[in-house]
């Protein structure tokens, strides 16, 4: 162990016992004793109920965030409020199919979730981008075949935004993916995260409050690429907080595609409910 690390150790140690630490979602006061070598193997967990204490999010934090479940749509990921039907299109990809092949999400944009990306994207919890990224990235593995992405972007802000905000939280969010998978001991992840090859060259207002039209019109045109070439017939993963409408995502495969990508997929740690 280098003397860095060892320093780190201790720093972590006495802060751990002098500066305890308060769920970013709720508030309370968490023990954040185990480590992130920990929150991996309990993230792990998830499908069993077993999910216990986790870097800067309390357990009943966690256990209220609501994963995305089946019956969802095949091509956007949009969960179907009836639990009844199986997976299909639904209505709104059967008339507008768009530009990526498919979309998928951790979880619904809702209660202690919305919470947690509230706290991390506009009250600057940057902290919560290593919890939030490792469910972000076994939703990932669970969803897509690692081997067959090459390249993963994350939308981009436009660089006032980005100056007004200081970070861009889907890049945060997939920073720590190599870390990740050193921890899973995933041997596959070979494909590059980049943040400079498509960029947002155009102010565009922001999209909360407007409509599916009003949204699409809105982000029309904000999207262009550098090094085109870098992409030509590269399988792309786009990645975002929250799909809400897919006007974003869709804008920022059109261009993708253009440039000669030969297939973009999408994946947000959030989703909104269709109504």
């Known amino acids: 162990m280098t003397c860095r690390k060892i320093i780190s150790n201790i720093l972590r140690v006495f802060s751990d016992a002098f500066f305890p630490v308060k769920c970013f979602v709720c508030g309370s006061w968490i023990d954040v ?5 920990s929150f991996c193997q309990k993230t792990l967990q998830w499908e069993t109920g077993e999910m216990g204490n986790s870097f800067f999010i309390c357990e009943s934090c966690l256990n209220n965030f609501i994963p995305v479940r089946q019956p969802f749509c095949l091509k956007c990921g949009i969960m179907f409020q009836s639990g ?3 997976n299909h299109i639904c ?14 999400s951790f979880g619904v944009y809702d209660q202690a979730l919305m919470e947690a990306i509230h706290s991390f994207k506009y009250k600057g919890k940057v902290q919560l981008a290593r919890p939030l990224g490792m469910i972000l990235f076994l939703t990932f ?14 939308v981009p802000l436009h ?7 200081g970070f ?9 993916w190599p870390e990740n998978a050193r921890q ?22 922001p999209q909360t409050g407007l409509g599916r039209e009003l949204r699409a019109a809105n982000i029309k045109g904000a999207f262009a690429l550098k090094k085109r070439s ?30 000669g990508a030969a297939s973009v997929d999408v994946l947000t740690l959030a989703q909104t409910l269709q109504i």
């Open 33 to 37: 004793k185990d480590g992130f070598s």
């Open 84 to 86: 009844e039907a199986e």
């Open 91 to 104: 209505g709104r990809c059967l008339k507008n199919s768009g530009k990526f092949r498919i979309a998928r």
């Open 141 to 154: 593995i669970q969803f897509f075949k690692i081997e067959q992405i090459d390249m993963i972007f994350p």
């Open 159 to 165: 660089g006032k935004r980005l100056r007004q905000r």
């Open 168 to 176: 861009n939280q889907a890049f945060l969010l997939i920073r720590n």
């Open 184 to 205: 899973l001991k995933i041997d596959s992840f070979h494909f590059k995260i980049d943040r400079d090859i498509l960029v947002r060259n155009r102010w565009t207002e």
């Open 230 to 259: 870098s992409i030509k017939g590269k399988n792309i993963l786009l990645v975002d907080d929250v799909y809400t409408t897919g006007a974003t995502v869709r804008e920022c495969s059109r261009v993708l595609l253009s440039g």
